[in-house]
């Protein structure tokens, strides 16, 4: 009797640690917490060529929100994807033009190609996301290195006609396509480091030309702190923004955004660093609205509880 006493202990002990990892029912939706941009002088407000314009530091609640790891604007809505193989949409409430909260939260499964949920951590990490040009989804993953295209509403998965390991070289399991972003007939896709060091970390794909590769580094400040491309998206204007993050336990993480014009000439946009709110970025999104251009972080907590959620809204400042 003894061994099944222990046995069931086991097994709680198992749940419990499930339970602590992904907390499915730490706290309620409604309780997201305000986020100053530097909590030693909550009057700043700028960073950078960025203005802040607010943002929250997402709990996991009863939807278990975390691990976002890519993000982007859809006509008033946010999709975002979780590296567990999930997508969440939410609207942001922003009285004022100041991001203060989410409301009309949505989590549910990504599918396979046969409409079945991912499941494993293998075919299930989705780290990017961006439209398609005929208005559906694209989906990268690493560890298994694919992209699947959806349609419009994230279902009837199929593969592209590329593998992204072809292009840019073995990709390691943890340094697949982190960051994608696509306007029009382009779209461009970058993996976390180069697979060699003959091959650039970039690949270019426009309509009717042979794919392209090149390399994307971030300010030279960041390079030496192993600084790697985690998001991108296109504004309406051909501009591309580029998000980098860095961890190290001495300085812990850091950001950065620069943006390179459709001549291509690049721009350092803003270095996030402590004492600043800054965590583990891994999603920007980039939305216009009239002369108006705002850029949304989101960071993966990676379902740990000395990581947060922090979604964050910056105007580019309107002299640039």
């Not at 929250?56 to 008033?76: F, T």
């Not at 075919?123 to 295209?149: A, Y």
């Not at 943890?174 to 007939?185: D, V």
């Not at 300010?219 to 204007?237: H, M, R, Y």
């Amino acid at each position: 009797m003894r061994w099944l006493w222990a046995g069931l202990a086991l097994i709680l002990l198992v749940i419990g640690a499930y339970v602590q990892m992904h907390k499915p029912f730490a706290v309620d939706d409604s309780e997201l917490r305000l986020v100053v941009l530097n909590p030693d002088d909550p009057t700043r407000e700028r960073i950078g060529d960025l203005i802040y314009r607010g943002g929250i530091d997402i709990p996991a609640g009863r939807l278990n929100i975390g691990g976002l790891s890519a993000l982007r604007w859809n006509d008033g809505t946010f999709v975002s994807l979780t590296d567990d193989g999930r997508v969440v949409t939410f609207i942001p409430t922003e009285p004022d033009g100041r991001l203060i909260g989410m409301s009309k939260t949505m989590v549910g499964p990504l599918l396979d190609t046969h409409a079945k949920p991912l499941s494993g951590k293998t075919q299930s990490d989705s780290e990017s996301l961006t439209r398609s040009n005929d208005g559906g989804w694209l989906v990268g993953f690493e560890r298994d290195h694919r992209i699947w295209k959806y349609n419009p509403n994230l279902i009837d998965a199929v593969p592209v006609s590329f593998d992204p390991t072809e292009l840019l070289g073995p990709l390691g399991d943890n340094n697949g396509i982190e960051a994608m972003a696509s306007l029009g007939e382009i779209w461009i896709g970058c993996a976390e480091r180069q697979a060699a060091p003959n091959k650039p970390n970039c690949v270019r794909i426009d309509a009717g030309s042979a794919p392209e590769t090149f390399a994307v580094s971030p300010p030279k400040a960041l390079i030496e702190k192993g600084s790697v491309p985690t998001d991108a998206d296109f504004a309406n204007d051909g501009t591309l923004y580029i998000l980098f993050r860095s961890y190290s336990p001495a300085s812990g993480n850091t950001a950065a955004i620069i943006a390179i014009d459709p001549g291509g000439k690049r721009r350092e946009i803003a270095t996030i660093a402590p004492p600043l709110a800054v965590d583990n970025f891994e999603g920007l999104a980039v939305r216009d609205e009239g002369e108006a251009r705002f850029i949304y972080l989101v960071s993966d907590d990676n379902f740990s509880g000395s990581q947060r959620t922090l979604l964050m809204k910056f105007e580019i400042a309107a002299e640039l």
